[in-house]
């Protein structure tokens, strides 16, 4: 059985920082894919950032120039370092693995609060 599982979440004020980590409870093998997504109440889940095995990244531009994403494939954990946080940026914030054979693995969720 293999569960990723998020951490750093919390309550921080309008500009500042946190940093996320997901990290696989299990052995996994030929991920592909791993992004964060997140969901604030009353909306649909949304697409945040993602990086691939071949490094490539991207990210909505929602947090263009704020977040970085980053992912190290050897040991299946994942990043997220967020900066000059905003109240919009409140939400659940999601890891998921994309594996090879396209099925994803996602994790529990973890709470980021911004107050203005």
């Known amino acids: 059985q293999v569960q990723l599982v998020e951490s750093g979440g919390g309550l921080v004020q309008a500009g500042g920082s946190l940093r996320l980590s997901c990290a696989a409870s299990?052995?996994?093998?030929?991920?592909?894919?791993m992004a964060w997504y997140r969901q604030a109440p009353a909306k649909q889940r949304e697409f945040v950032g993602r990086?691939?095995?071949?490094?490539?990244?991207n990210y909505a531009d929602s947090v263009k120039g704020r977040f970085t994403i980053s992912g190290d494939f050897a040991k299946n954990t994942m990043y997220l370092q967020m900066n000059s946080l905003k109240p919009d940026d409140t939400a659940v914030y999601y890891c998921?693995?994309?594996?090879?054979?396209?099925?994803?693995?996602w994790g529990q969720g973890t709470q980021v609060t911004v107050s203005s």
């Open positions: 990086v691939t095995r071949g490094g490539s990244t």
């Open positions: 998921a693995f994309t594996h090879a054979q396209g099925y994803d693995y």
């Open positions: 299990g052995s996994i093998f030929s991920i592909v894919t």
